[in-house]
């Protein structure tokens, strides 16, 4: 999972504020994923995205969150107006092409804490 | 809806004690059962991936099994830095994935 890189492993926030969050995935794969992980439950789908297009966007949340993978750059995920639920790990995840159904490698996270 | 449970929660095992880790799940259409491990503070590592019932995977001392309704995380002799923990994850059509919330192993020295 070295290959995913996601930053900043730590993000601040206070209530209100707007968080951006990035994410390269592993050279190649044109494939990502957004996971959030709250304290103390699992992993959950956000949000599934391919180069220019949302293919899976039904783990979002309908309000405040939004996400892109442009033609050039990282992958966003951006959180507008941050409440303290917010506050959780937010992980990507990325496949290489005609492999979504094998593995698929994570960054380490950015930590978001809204106070 | 997809759901994945793990169980136990949380086990302790001594080094050497051999164990295994439940994984059971109801799905529509199951495309493949993942395994990973999670470290304090780190992102999932991929360990497995089982597609059809019968299916078996070895990692060193981690193997895993699938059935039609379950996977089991057998660990062989482990060593205090299996200490991790261990999450299961099913992946539907839609490629997304289900975890499960995850069996936290410690082994004791």
């Known amino acids: 999972n070295a290959g995913v890189m996601q930053n900043p492993r730590h993000l601040v926030r206070r209530r209100g504020q707007e968080a951006r969050l990035r994410c390269s995935p592993v050279?190649?794969?044109?494939?990502v994923y957004w996971y959030r992980q709250l304290p103390e439950e699992g992993l959950k789908f956000m949000v599934y995205l391919q180069k220019e297009n949302i293919i899976d966007e039904s783990g979002m949340p309908k309000e405040r969150f939004s996400a892109e993978f442009p033609k050039e750059g990282p992958s966003i995920l951006r959180i507008q107006q941050v409440v303290r639920g917010d506050s959780a790990a937010y992980f990507c995840?990325?496949?290489?092409?005609?492999?979504?159904?094998?593995?698929?490698?994570f960054g380490q996270g950015t930590r978001l804490t809204v106070v | 809806e997809d759901q994945v449970t793990q169980s136990p929660e949380a086990l302790r095992l001594q080094e050497g004690e051999s164990s295994s880790l439940n994984c059971s799940y109801t799905v529509s259409g199951l495309r493949g059962l993942f395994w990973y491990r999670q470290d304090p503070g780190k992102g999932p590592e991929f360990l497995f991936t089982?597609?059809?019932a019968g299916e078996e995977k070895e990692k060193e001392r981690l193997k895993a099994t699938l059935t039609k309704k379950e996977s089991f995380l057998h660990i062989t002799a482990p060593k205090p830095e299996d200490s991790a923990t261990y999450l299961c994850?099913?992946?539907?059509?839609?490629?997304?994935?289900?975890f499960g919330e995850g069996t936290q192993l410690t082994v004791n020295p």
């Open positions: 994850a099913v992946g539907t059509s839609g490629s997304r994935l289900t």
């Open positions: 050279k190649g794969h044109s494939h």
């Open positions: 089982l597609y059809s």
């Open positions: 995840a990325s496949s290489p092409p005609g492999r979504v159904d094998t593995e698929a490698f």
